[in-house]
Antibody, heavy 116, light 112 residues
């Protein structure tokens, strides 16, 4: 049973950098895609990007200039970095295992608030 | 404004059938990309409900079914139950967004 768990600060100041980590258990990170998705309060889902086990990445064009997704297969973790955050980046952030184009498994989500 | 258009809300009585539409374009669903559906119960993470247009993951009741035609897709729910009350999201890819994953705006299902 694949399980994912997000972790990181729940509060980030405007203009600073948001950093989250997703810890994967019950599955190897090899030969799979790993995604980050977010959901602003009261709104729908927005795909942020994914990383393949080889290290190749693909990002949402609207966030590409501020996003980096990285992976550490030795610790079964992958991470999200979002720079220069504003209040519009306040959201629940989910990590997920991406299979054949869909997110087969989701973390429980972590709330991140951007505020001074 | 989402690239994939869903009705904001649908409703039905217990036992009835409802459908949720997901309308795209020739750069996404119409280009042949698969459509996937997720269910998000209140206060929880989304859960995969239907993948690759018509397939159900293990454990999802056969009351849920998906279809795709042209530039649109639909999720049908038969024998509505109160526990089906949730948000439902469709998802695909879009060529005009460099092959990015896209979600519909979501549909809230109310079981009357």
């Amino acid at each position: 049973q694949v399980q994912l768990q997000e972790s990181g600060p729940g509060l980030v100041k405007p203009s600073e950098t948001l950093s989250l980590t997703c810890t994967v258990s019950g599955a190897s990170m090899r030969s799979q895609y790993w995604s980050w998705i977010r959901q602003p309060p009261g709104k729908g889902l927005e795909w942020i990007g994914y990383i393949f086990y080889s290290g190749s990445t693909h990002y949402n064009p609207s966030l590409r200039s501020r996003v980096t997704i990285s992976m550490d297969t030795s610790t079964n973790q992958f991470s999200l970095t979002l720079r220069s955050v504003t209040a519009a980046d306040t959201a629940v952030y989910y990590c997920g295992r991406d299979t054949s184009g869909y997110v087969a498994n989701w973390g429980q989500g972590t709330q991140v608030t951007v505020s001074s | 404004q989402s690239v994939l258009t869903q009705p904001p809300s649908v409703s039905g009585a217990p036992g009835q059938r409802v459908t949720i539409s997901c309308t795209g374009s020739t750069s996404n669903i119409g280009a042949g990309f698969d459509v996937h559906w997720y269910q998000q119960l209140p206060g929880t993470a989304p859960k995969l409900l239907v993948y690759s247009n018509t397939n159900r993951p293990s454990g999802v009741p056969d009351r849920f079914s998906g279809s795709k035609s042209g530039t649109s897709a639909s999720l049908a729910i038969t024998g509505l139950q109160t526990e089906d009350e949730a948000f439902y999201y469709c998802q695909s890819y879009d060529m005009s967004l460099s092959g990015s994953k896209i979600f519909g705006g979501g549909t809230h299902l109310t079981v009357l």
